[in-house]
């Protein structure tokens, strides 16, 4: 009972927040100490962070969905995949789905109220070729589908000229998920390296592209290691962070490991939002599982984004379900305003409130 009253946490909280709100940053131990907050001090946690995700991204949700557009038999031994060739897991196969599928999936997650439909494809990179052009061509005609970005996953890239190429074909955002920080990347990864996923989001973002970027929480990292991760994005100034949940896979080497708690998710968005406030903050996979019965806090926590419908390999909640959960809320699906430019280093400009109801150009 002695520490029934005891508000440190609270105290301590207040002036971070009105850093953050000023413009400003925290640092790494801050960032540590907001993934330790426990019983009522999560709550001003969350608090706080939703403070700022209003600040930046008033009440308007973004909702993108992806279609599998090439599954299995990926080369590459990211531990969590289930599409890797190296593991037994059971799931469906094929190749490069034709233009059809794609604007099937494209009128399904515009009715679902996506923003964003995500090409994606199991295989480690693009290159120049017979796959490069037949993508370009998937892109050409999603971006041609009225009222729906064309974004794609589609590994990594190390020739310059590709990311252009992509451009001129109406990509929009390209999504390539550090997933980890640099010092358990190889635990999960030894086909390819940390700086090669991070030279991809450099030439894509040269090419004028925006980024999208984030990670696989419950791998076996430690808080540091989500912190690491968390600065990682914010000085590659990624423009949307997707925050995954390892939903164990059979087959997988991972298959074992235990979910999150749904608490240490929520500290999770929390954090990354504090140490990237402009950035759309995206619960992706496995938030049904790792959430569970909480996962309209995710919101509350800082998340103003979230994926709708199926994954890759595992299904989503229904766009009605979702859809329902943002109105019951009170926040709003639709286009959202890009958040204002960041200050000046030493600036004390506020972060911009952005009203619900006003118009801004959409994402």
């Not at 009170?330 to 952005?354: M, T």
């Amino acid at each position: 009972m002695s520490n029934a009253h005891d508000l440190s946490f609270r105290t301590w909280l207040s002036p971070v927040l009105e850093r953050v709100l000023e413009g400003g940053t925290i640092d790494r131990s801050e960032a540590l100490r907001l993934l330790q907050a426990m019983g009522p001090d999560c709550f001003d946690l969350f608090a706080a962070a939703n403070r700022i995700r209003h600040s930046v991204h008033g009440d308007k949700v973004h909702l993108c969905s992806i279609v599998n557009a090439k599954s299995g038999r990926c080369s590459e031994d990211c531990g969590f995949c289930s599409q890797s060739v190296r593991f037994p897991s059971d799931i469906p196969e094929y190749d490069l789905v034709d233009n059809e599928t794609i604007l099937s999936h494209a009128r399904r997650a515009r009715e679902n109220a996506s923003q964003a439909l995500g090409i994606v494809a199991a295989w480690r990179g693009l290159k120049k070729g017979r796959d490069l052009d037949t993508v370009l061509e998937r892109i050409r005609v999603l971006a041609a589908e009225e009222g729906i970005h064309a974004d794609a996953s589609l590994g990594l890239i190390d020739d310059p000229d590709i990311p252009p190429m992509l451009k001129e074909a109406g990509l929009h955002t390209y999504n390539h998920n550090l997933e980890t920080s640099r010092r358990h990347f190889a635990n999960i990864c030894e086909t390819h390296s940390y700086d090669e996923r991070i030279a991809t989001l450099k030439l894509i973002k040269g090419a004028g592209m925006r980024t999208c970027s984030g990670g696989i929480f419950g791998m076996g990292e430690q808080h540091e290691d989500r912190v690491d991760l968390a600065f990682e994005l914010r000085e590659l100034d990624v423009d949307v962070i997707p925050l995954n949940f390892l939903n164990p896979m059979p087959g997988t080497p991972m298959e074992g490991l235990p979910l999150m708690e749904p608490m240490e998710c929520l500290r999770t968005v929390s954090m990354f939002r504090f140490v990237n406030p402009r950035a759309h903050l995206m619960v992706a996979g496995g938030r049904e599982v790792s959430l569970r019965h909480l996962q309209p806090l995710m919101f509350a926590a800082g998340a103003d984004a979230t994926m709708a419908g199926s994954y890759l390999t595992s299904d989503g909640r229904t766009g009605s379900e979702d859809l329902e959960m943002i109105k019951q809320l009170g926040l709003d699906h639709g286009p959202v305003a890009e958040p204002a430019a960041a200050p000046s280093a030493g600036g004390n400009a506020r972060l911009a409130v952005i009203q619900p109801g006003t118009s801004a150009p959409s994402s």
